[in-house]
């Protein structure tokens, strides 16, 4: 299992050296988007409206927005010496409380710790006692250059560490639309939802919970690549060099062309004039 970070997890004088791996995955069916026409994906390029082009990774810079197209530009070196600060701290579990007490509204992703070398022991005892308190740590720590708040508890026998989201990142219910106040619920129609309730009550069981869109998806995919209904991207021409060089030889003809300088066509009346004018010296010499 991949290693996303290494650091410590302290609580009193108590350190435990651990490796953090992602505890969950992403197994959403990716789908790509082909120009129809030659079936080929289609790219999504940087740009820059201002400039009217490409942009290359060298020449981004982060910034925040602190107005309507107003920034404060941030270098890479001042984020770097500001997540090394925070980095360096470890992760300390700063109270203990009990799971029930935090809204899952709160939860956001969930990371298994394992201990490093030599961390076994402290791993161990933090565990236990996690275990007979029935308690879980609340801590802070940097990921993926943010800080999180967290709490640390036990999943079959592995700690797990959850990041949760600041109370502030929680949107007010308030805030939500066409929400009902008190109403009135007549005890026939309530007596009938609570005995639905109950015929339907079991013990969570996660393994009967399936994605059938997921497994759909997957299923027709697998039909029609067996039934063979299935496209290759076109590649780019390469270019010929014979081409290229007619192409080249014919840019430069059209260039030299332009660039050749308009020479006035002699008009009738204009040569007529010059040669009246030179018989006229000659009768005139004689």
């Known amino acids: 299992m991949h290693t996303m970070w290494k650091g410590t997890i302290s609580f009193g004088l108590v350190n435990i050296p651990v490796k953090m791996h992602a505890a969950t995955e992403n197994k959403d069916v990716k ?60 992760v300390e579990i700063v109270d203990f409380v009990k799971l029930e007490e935090i809204d899952p509204i709160y939860f956001e992703k969930s990371y298994y710790l394992s201990p490093s070398e030599g961390g076994g022991k402290a791993y161990g ?15 802070k720590m940097i990921i993926r250059s943010k800080e ?21 990142e929680v ?44 497994t759909a998806l997957l299923e027709l995919i697998e039909e029609k690549k067996n039934q063979d209904e299935v496209t290759t991207a076109k590649e780019k021409p390469k270019p010929d060099n014979v081409t290229n060089l007619m192409d080249a030889l014919e840019q430069s003809l059209d260039r030299a062309k332009k660039d050749k300088p308009k020479t006035k066509k002699k008009t009738a009346s204009s040569s007529g004039k010059r040669k009246t004018a030179s018989s006229t010296k000659k009768k005139t010499g004689s």
């Open 171 to 214: 949107r007010a219910v308030q805030d939500v639309p066409n929400v009902p106040e008190d109403t009135e619920t007549a005890k026939k129609e309530l007596d009938t939802a609570k005995m639905l309730i109950d015929q339907l009550t079991t013990e969570f069981d996660p393994e009967k919970y399936k994605d059938d869109y997921r």
């Open 148 to 168: 999180q708040l967290a709490v640390i508890r036990i999943y079959q026998n592995t700690l797990v560490v959850e990041t949760i989201h600041y109370p502030d």
């Open 31 to 90: 789908l790509r988007q082909l120009h129809k026409e030659c079936q080929t994906p289609i790219k999504y390029q940087r740009t820059c409206p201002n400039c009217d082009r490409d942009v290359e990774s060298d020449e981004i810079v982060k910034a925040y927005e602190y107005a309507k197209n107003k920034f404060v530009v941030l270098d890479d070196e001042e984020l770097a010496n500001l997540k090394k600060e925070q980095q360096d701290k470890a």
């Open 125 to 139: 005892l933090l565990r236990s006692a996690l275990n007979e308190t029935g308690k879980i740590g609340v801590a």
